[in-house]
């Protein structure tokens, strides 16, 4: 009895899919997958406060000469858009009449990864930047998916990402959630639904412009 309790124990926790077959599979799609777009529920928790704030919208982002550019609208609580352009990111406060500009040169790499995440990451890259493991199957927003977590392996990213985590629906090669811990333990996650990579949408849905008397302002 102890032993069918234990098999049956490693069977819950195994994961949905071998690693090895999903990095395969992303080197794969990697090699067409240019545009990504979807819903997305977005959660940060700051622990020093315990407090969680949620907030939800959309997301399109795409590759433009082996960069990541794109846009999140966030819809609720507040609106913002956060508009992703190469090296400055740009975040425009309709309220305000305002946009805050923070220039990433210093981390594009690390920037354009973390996207990659979402879709366009070969399972090469990620052997080369993380320490990775499959956890176990678990579902996400009612997909069935496998857990990967992965420690970066570069001293200097672990000051911002101690710990990346991400769900990949089985079958898929795009992450349906990530979640960042910073080493304070505070946590960003993303959740992605109605998820299509490719899709058919105008140049429009990816880019922003302002409107018309808007205050710039550059963060430091």
């Known amino acids: 009895m102890r032993f069918l309790a234990f098999v049956m124990a490693a069977a819950l926790t195994c994961a949905a899919e071998p690693l090895d077959t999903i990095l395969t599979r992303m080197d794969a799609s990697a090699k067409t997958a240019n545009s990504f777009a979807a ?61 805050e500009v923070v220039q990433v040169s210093k981390l594009s790499k690390a920037s354009d990864s973390y996207f990659l995440l979402v879709f366009g990451a070969t399972g090469a890259e990620l052997r080369k930047s993380y320490d990775l493991t499959a956890g176990a199957e678990e579902t996400v927003a009612g997909v069935k998916t496998t857990h990967l977590e992965m420690i970066p ?50 140049d429009s849905a990816f880019e922003f412009t302002a409107p018309a008397g808007v205050e710039k302002r550059i963060l430091k």
């Open 39 to 99: 819903k997305v529920k977005w959660v940060e928790f700051t622990k020093s406060i315990n407090d969680l704030y949620e907030q939800s919208g959309s997301v399109a982002l795409r590759r433009v000469k082996g960069r990541v550019m794109g846009r999140q609208d966030i819809d609720k609580p507040n609106q913002f858009t956060w508009h992703f352009a190469g090296d400055n990111w740009e975040k425009f406060l309709p309220k305000a009449k305002m946009i």
């Open 153 to 202: 392996k570069d001293k200097k990213a672990r000051e911002y990402a101690a710990k990346v985590e991400m769900w990949i629906p089985v079958g898929q090669s795009y992450g349906v959630q990530v979640k960042v811990t910073e080493p304070n333990g505070d946590y960003n996650v993303w959740t992605y639904t109605e998820a299509k990579v490719n899709p058919q949408l105008p």
